[in-house]
């Protein structure tokens, strides 16, 4: 893909490091912490079966936010793909009044997901993940997306559908998935949040993200006019070094920090 293309998608993906992680918990071990931990805190949790068979990803939206059929079809197979549940993924979809205006903080999305969520993350031999998609967007502009802990992240699709270009070329719909992915991304550990790859494959100067364009992990630097390039698709798939990574924790070759469960 063309240097360009990527360039794009930083506005898509991320915008700076406050986009991606929500900050303001108190950490592992604050008030609650302890069911809800961080971005990564259930990576063992998903990419093992031992202690939890089987997966619920709860989508929560707001009325006329409803994820496109393709982001969720394609979420579940890059789950699929990397974590090991022979009860099972299954994707539930709830249309849900959040009594939530104007923009979101992460705070917001972490305490709002809790009161809303249908189980907590480790329900019994169930693993629950939970994903909002609300009306409004996030505090900080270009923002599209934050994971705010081990289990909850945000896709604000009033800024996905704006970022859409006016060639179209990427959709608004492939913005989506890629955002969408990126955040689960984190939830699984991706890059770096909770382990250390022996692949240099994390950007330095972006800490958490791929410095390779072909990862749905890659890090970005900021356009101030998405609509004037020209692209292709976006990236929607893990690379090889984050696969490789995920496989080395599901087998202890790499040993995880920071977890709820393992």
Same mark, same amino acid.
């Given at each position: 893909?063309?240097?360009?293309?990527?360039?794009?998608?930083? @506005?898509?993906?991320?915008?700076?490091?406050?986009?991606?992680?929500?900050?303001?918990?108190?950490?592992?071990?604050?008030?609650?912490?302890?069911?809800?931990?961080?971005?990564?805190?259930?990576?063992?949790?998903?990419?093992?079966?031992?202690?939890?068979?089987?997966?619920?990803?709860?989508?929560?939206?707001?009325?006329?936010?409803?994820?496109?059929?393709? *982001?969720?079809?394609?979420?579940?197979?890059?789950?699929?793909? @990397?974590?090991?549940?022979?009860?099972?993924?299954?994707?539930?979809?709830? =249309?849900?009044?959040?009594?939530?205006?104007?923009?979101?903080?992460?705070?917001?999305?972490? =305490?709002?997901?809790?009161?809303?969520?249908?189980?907590?993350?480790?329900?019994?031999?169930?693993?629950?993940?939970?994903?909002?998609?609300?009306?409004?967007?996030?505090?900080?502009?270009?923002?599209?997306?934050?994971?705010?802990?081990?289990?909850?992240?945000? @896709?604000?699709?009033?800024? @996905?559908?704006?970022?859409?270009?006016? *060639?179209?070329?990427?959709? /608004?719909?492939?913005?989506?998935?890629?955002?969408?992915?990126?955040?689960?991304?984190?939830?699984?550990?991706?890059?770096?949040?909770?382990?250390?790859?022996?692949?240099?494959?994390?950007?330095?100067?972006?800490?958490?993200?791929?410095?390779?364009?072909?990862?749905?992990?890659?890090?970005?630097?900021?356009?101030?006019?998405?609509?004037?390039?020209?692209?292709?698709?976006?990236?929607?798939?893990?690379?090889?070094?984050?696969? /490789?990574?995920?496989?080395?924790?599901?087998?202890?070759?790499?040993?995880?920090?920071?977890?709820?469960?393992?």
């Amino acid at each position: 893909m063309q240097s360009r293309l990527f360039a794009m998608l930083t @506005v898509f993906l991320l915008s700076g490091l406050s986009g991606c992680f929500g900050g303001g918990g108190d950490g592992i071990f604050g008030d609650g912490e302890e069911l809800y931990g961080e971005p990564g805190g259930l990576t063992l949790a998903c990419l093992r079966s031992d202690g939890f068979d089987s997966m619920v990803v709860e989508i929560d939206y707001s009325t006329g936010y409803q994820p496109d059929s393709s *982001t969720v079809s394609t979420l579940k197979s890059r789950l699929q793909q @990397v974590c090991d549940k022979p009860g099972g993924i299954d994707i539930q979809l709830s =249309e849900t009044n959040f009594e939530h205006q104007g923009s979101w903080s992460a705070d917001d999305v972490r =305490e709002i997901g809790r009161d809303t969520r249908e189980g907590v993350p480790q329900d019994g031999k169930v693993l629950r993940w939970h994903l909002l998609f609300p009306s409004g967007s996030y505090e900080n502009d270009g923002v599209l997306g934050v994971a705010v802990d081990a289990s909850t992240a945000a @896709v604000f699709l009033d800024d @996905v559908r704006d970022a859409e270009p006016w *060639t179209t070329r990427p959709s /608004a719909e492939q913005i989506e998935e890629a955002v969408t992915v990126h955040e689960v991304g984190h939830l699984l550990g991706l890059v770096n949040l909770v382990y250390q790859s022996p692949r240099p494959h994390e950007d330095p100067d972006h800490p958490g993200h791929s410095n390779n364009e072909d990862s749905v992990m890659y890090w970005a630097v900021e356009s101030g006019d998405i609509s004037s390039f020209i692209s292709n698709d976006v990236p929607d798939e893990f690379d090889a070094d984050d696969l /490789a990574d995920l496989a080395d924790l599901a087998s202890g070759e790499l040993v995880a920090s920071k977890q709820l469960w393992s």
